[in-house]
């Protein structure tokens, strides 16, 4: 199926950056939101991204215009009739995106495709809610969505594998890198992600390290940015709501650090808020009296240890990783790039399980097991990391672990 118009749905700073990848590529998109001020809103976003390009001598302002002409900003439904691909970019509420799916489901061509940029909700529950549970979709993007080169393409229990190859195909014409991921609650990254986030709080709440602390050391391993930063830039509210998902399909072992839930009852949800992890404005740089006084409750009341190391913010993201690779939700390979394309590890690091090949699964395992025992069972190793080592797959060294190698 070729897709000659599309339309986004939430014109907020995902639905606009999204319709913008979309002209980029030459492709007609309508960009609705429920009034004009948020519609214009997204239409200034998107003509801002091209000013950019612009301004750095990457395009015209007659190039600008006319891909600025390819969006559309509407109220409602009326020019959905012949709108063959819809991206859904809605707040993560799964009754507010079933509510638009319903509605999408009535006015769209049969053969419309309706995709989710759901960051971690159920794609079979979104389908279940029309009557083409085969064109429903997850087709997620990562923020900023003209810079990030990753799109995980997510099918439901009942997406045909038609839909699943348009998808993937439209996604390539967008100059992306799809990978495929078998639907599980936060898909492949964020379930890889949350895990080092909430890893990082945990530290800062022991008194282990700072924030900043945190973060240098996280960017001295390679990552663009740490932990905190990027949760700042993210909306720590945005990742709330991962967060609650996870926990439901994953138990314990996602048990968010009771920092978050206080810093949420602050309003401090990042940048957009004005404060997070850090000040931001006019207050940037200077004491956070409301920061420390929750720090030093929490420090007061943790009784067990508190070490920060590198290890102990990449290790549970490794075993997340094998943990999705024993439920079949990706591939080895397309692991590695995803973390790489979606989340910035480091690629000369080649993608967490090349690292752990490169360390060693038996010194990952041995680490995995000692911090098991100082802190809990979110540590605890996964089986397939067990079968590994017991087989003497250890890495690298041994020439195969999660990949194989001639030296």
Not at 2 to 14: E, P, R
Not at 124 to 144: C, D, E, N
Request: aromatic residues 8%; hydrophobic residues 45%.
């Amino acid at each position: 199926m070729y897709i000659y118009k599309t339309a986004v749905v939430g014109a907020g700073a995902m639905g606009a950056d999204i319709a913008q990848v979309i002209t980029f590529s030459g492709v007609p998109v309508l960009l609705k939101d429920v009034d004009q001020h948020a519609v214009d809103h997204g239409l200034e976003a998107i003509r801002t991204v091209y000013r950019r390009r612009v301004d750095r001598g990457k395009m015209t302002q007659d190039e600008l215009e006319k891909k600025m002409a390819l969006v559309t900003g509407v109220t409602s439904y009326d020019q959905f009739k012949d709108v063959d691909l819809v991206i859904e970019a809605v707040p993560e509420r799964l009754d507010l995106k079933q509510r638009i799916f319903r509605e999408l489901d009535g006015l769209l061509p049969e053969s419309s495709i309706i995709a989710s940029n759901t960051s971690s909700l159920s794609i079979s529950a979104l389908g279940g809610a029309t009557k083409r549970p085969s064109k429903v979709i997850g087709m997620h993007f990562f923020y900023p969505a003209h810079v990030m080169k990753l799109v995980e393409v997510i099918p439901g229990l009942d997406t045909s594998e038609e839909t699943a190859g348009d998808i993937t195909a439209f996604a390539e014409s967008l100059r992306k890198l799809p990978v495929r991921v078998n639907e599980c609650a936060g898909f492949l990254v964020n379930r890889i992600l949350m895990p080092y986030l909430n890893e990082a709080a945990w530290c800062v709440q022991e008194g282990a390290a700072s924030a900043r602390q945190i973060d240098e050391a996280m960017v001295a391993f390679g990552f663009p940015m740490g932990p905190f930063t990027l949760v700042d830039n993210l909306g720590f509210d945005v990742c709330r709501e991962v967060v609650k998902v996870l926990l439901d399909a994953y138990g314990s072992r996602m048990e968010p650090a009771t920092l978050w839930e206080r810093l949420y009852e602050l309003k401090r949800y990042g940048v957009k808020s004005g404060a997070g992890f850090y000040l931001y404005g006019d207050r940037a740089g200077q004491p956070d009296a409301d920061l420390d006084r929750v720090l030093a409750q929490l420090k007061a009341q943790h009784k067990g240890p508190a070490e920060f190391s590198v290890n102990r913010l990449v290790l549970p993201m490794i075993n997340e990783t094998i943990r999705c690779l024993e439920e079949h939700v990706c591939t080895a390979a397309d692991a590695d790039l995803s973390v790489v394309a979606g989340l910035g590890f480091p690629q000369a690091k080649g993608g967490l399980l090349h690292y752990a090949d490169e360390v060693g699964l038996d010194v990952v395992l041995a680490e995995l097991e000692r911090l098991t025992k100082a802190y809990g069972e979110r540590f605890w190793p996964s089986p397939l990391l067990k079968r590994k080592v017991a087989a003497g797959h250890l890495g690298k060294k041994a020439r195969r672990g999660f990949f194989e190698y001639t030296e």
